[in-house]
């Protein structure tokens, strides 16, 4: 798998290291297990997804990008099964993710316990509201897409911070762009990107 996202033109040593140190089938069903290493996303239960490898590496290596060593404190939206949040656990020196259904949220932390992963805190809770109490983050990096980002987030990055989240192109929910912003001295600097298929931001909790 890091062989192929290598070619694929993941450049990042960082992110690929941290890719090839999580086993991904340990956050797939068992019947789901063969294709754990292939480029796809894969149903996780409630109706989500865990993201292909591929897009999880382009995301962390845009949230890496003019970082010189690791990131600091991180905040993930859509915790899902847990397994970006434990290839962030490589990146960062703390993760925050949050996830707004109960299911997945206890799924993450049954798969993440035999991982033993200390600096990952999972949080059960409407990830559209930030995280105030970690903030500021070095990195806020979202895998469910919305309107657009939600004020709480650029509120809480840091000064030389950067989030990466897809959000709705041209006002359609069909069509998204993955958009980086970068919270400078002068303000917000936002980029957007290539086209992305991520499950809906929805906000509360169920
Ligand atoms: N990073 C995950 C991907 C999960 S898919 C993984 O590695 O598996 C995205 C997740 O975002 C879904 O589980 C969905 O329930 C969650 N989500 C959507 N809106 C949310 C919100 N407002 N707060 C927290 N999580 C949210």
Not at 1 to 10: S, T, Y
Not at 62 to 85: F, H, P, S
Not at 98 to 109: D, P, T, V, W
Request: hydrophobic share 45%.
């Amino acid at each position: 798998m890091v062989n192929k996202l290598a070619a694929q033109g993941i450049a990042d040593t960082r992110v690929l290291q941290a890719m090839g140190a999580v086993e991904r089938h340990r956050f797939v069903d068992s019947a789901l297990v063969n294709q754990a290493y292939e480029d796809t996303s894969l149903p996780i239960g409630l109706g989500q997804t865990i993201s292909k490898p591929n897009v999880v590496a382009r995301m962390l290596e845009l949230l890496m990008q003019g970082c010189e060593k690791k990131l600091g404190r991180v905040l993930e939206i859509g915790t899902g099964c847990g397994y970006q949040a434990a290839v962030l656990s490589q990146l960062a020196s703390e993760v925050y993710s949050i996830e707004r259904l109960r299911g997945l949220h206890e799924k993450a932390r049954e798969n993440l316990r035999q991982l033993r992963l200390p600096n990952v805190h999972l949080l059960l809770g409407d990830g559209m509201l930030g995280y105030p109490r970690g903030a500021p983050y070095a990195a806020i990096v979202s895998a469910a897409g919305g309107e657009a980002v939600p004020a709480a987030w650029t509120e809480q990055l840091a000064v030389g911070g950067r989030l990466v989240a897809p959000v709705h192109a041209q006002g359609k929910a069909s069509q998204q762009a993955l958009v980086v912003i970068e919270r400078t001295q002068e303000g917000l600097r936002q980029t957007v990107l290539e086209a992305v298929h991520f499950v809906p931001l929805k906000s509360g909790i169920a």
